[in-house]
């Protein structure tokens, strides 16, 4: 079992104040053991409980004292502070070697934090055949690096008014030698758990910037801006500055042709270290989106970014019980911090229809064009400008 959050504590009252709290955590989950049980710290917040157990419902409810043994508050430097704890359950005969059954609580444990925490799961089979996929996965996302497999779709915003790009958003796919074109939703996850976000975030801005660099110099009539996805990691990275300045300085691109998307549930959650190294981009003449923009953030923090655009998914406003009223609440919102409006995911003609007719300004969608590889988002903008 792991105590959820304790890094905070750590962070915000000192590691003493941790130090006191590993203590008292210890003292409750011995309490409400029995005699026969053994409890171990084995690093940091992780604990171990061997029992021998005779009735199957035993684990469940061993489990479920040693959470509750962490409801009441604990007093740490004067504060209160709740805590809770992840766990996972791993059941097995004396014939089952040990480091197997801690490595399958381990990974019990680490999906009963993805589940939410504050709970424990018991192993299943399953989990170990997806832990040894993701694995592999990782492995051959760390090869793809090394050999060049990934590149970038382009899939552009238009101005409704007369469906002129605005912008094309770069869109990572993974050209794997065996399964073809693989799609972020197959390995951006396994990508942030192996801890290559920021690697593989830093390449992609390196590859927009210079898509920007070169459409900018064939059509500069047109200069295009290239938005870029960022991962919470690649936000929260403290080096992020300087990837980006080493990436303008690498290809030449103009900060001017380079937009940040960070998604609305990212920016909630970040820390302020990390809001405020995305406000210091606006000196270096960057701009950010908020992508899945829902109209939950503090309006404060809206002024005080260098917010260039809201990226509202049309399936958000087309699904509210009055799609009309909703968009015209979020039109007049932005337009009162003269912050433009894209409705993002317009799939089908009729929807497209709709969102002009509601007053919005820029779309993206299938319903205008698919994302694109360079050559053909190349050739199309040149037959969009008339070359």
């Given at each position: 079992m792991d105590l959820d959050r304790f890094k905070l504590v750590?962070?915000?009252?000192?590691?003493?104040?941790?130090?006191?709290?590993?203590?008292?955590?210890?003292?409750?989950?011995?309490?409400?053991?029995?005699?026969?049980?053994?409890?171990?710290?084995?690093?940091?917040?992780e604990f171990a409980v061997?029992?021998?157990?005779?009735?199957p419902a035993d684990p469940a409810r061993i489990a479920e004292r040693l959470i509750e043994a962490l409801r009441p508050p604990f007093l740490l430097n004067g504060e209160e502070v709740y805590m809770s704890a992840s766990i996972?359950?791993?059941?097995?005969?004396?014939?089952?070697?040990?480091?197997?059954?801690l490595r399958e609580a381990d990974t019990a444990m680490y999906r009963a934090k993805a589940a939410g925490r504050n709970r424990?799961?018991?192993?299943?089979?399953?989990?170990?055949?997806?832990?040894?996929r993701q694995l592999h996965l990782e492995g051959e996302i760390r090869r793809a690096l090394e050999r060049g497999e990934f590149v970038l779709h382009y899939q552009p915003v238009v101005r409704l008014q007369d469906q002129v790009p605005v912008e094309m958003e770069a869109l990572i796919r993974w050209r794997h030698p065996r399964d073809g074109l693989r799609l972020p939703a197959e390995f951006l996850e396994a990508a942030e758990r192996?801890?290559?976000?920021p690697t593989l975030g830093a390449w992609v801005l390196g590859e927009a910037c210079r898509q920007a660099r070169a459409w900018a110099t064939r059509i500069?009539?047109?200069?295009?801006?290239?938005?870029?996805?960022?991962?919470?990691?690649?936000?929260?990275?403290?080096?992020?500055?300087?990837?980006?300045?080493a990436a303008f300085q690498t290809t030449g691109a103009s900060p001017r042709t380079l937009r940040l998307e960070v998604s609305e549930r990212v920016l909630a959650s970040l820390p302020p270290e990390a809001l405020h190294r995305l406000g210091r981009l606006g000196s270096l003449e960057l701009g950010?989106?908020?992508?899945?923009?829902?109209?939950?953030?503090?309006?404060?923090?809206?002024?005080?970014?260098?917010?260039?655009?809201?990226?509202?998914?049309?399936?958000?406003?087309?699904t509210s019980p009055e799609p009309r009223q909703a968009a015209h609440r979020l039109l007049t919102g932005a337009r009162d911090r003269r912050i433009p409006v894209v409705v993002k995911g317009v799939e089908d003609p009729q929807a497209l229809e709709e969102v002009a007719a509601m007053g919005f300004e820029y779309a993206e969608g299938f319903a205008i064009a698919r994302p694109m590889d360079p050559e053909a988002a190349t050739a199309y903008l040149l037959g969009v400008n008339g070359r």
């Open positions: 750590n962070d915000s009252l000192g590691h003493a104040a941790g130090d006191q709290l590993l203590v008292e955590a210890s003292r409750r989950f011995q309490e409400c053991l029995r005699s026969t049980d053994t409890l171990a710290r084995l690093a940091g917040d061997l029992a021998e157990v005779q009735d996972g359950v791993a059941v097995g005969d004396w014939t089952r070697r040990p480091e197997d059954l424990y799961q018991y192993f299943e089979e399953a989990m170990h055949l997806e832990a040894v192996a801890g290559l976000g500069p009539q047109s200069p295009v801006v290239v938005s870029v996805n960022l991962s919470a990691s690649q936000v929260q990275d403290p080096q992020l500055p300087d990837r980006l300045t950010v989106h908020v992508d899945d923009f829902h109209n939950s953030l503090a309006p404060d923090l809206l002024q005080w970014l260098p917010i260039r655009a809201l990226k509202v998914p049309w399936a958000v406003i087309s």
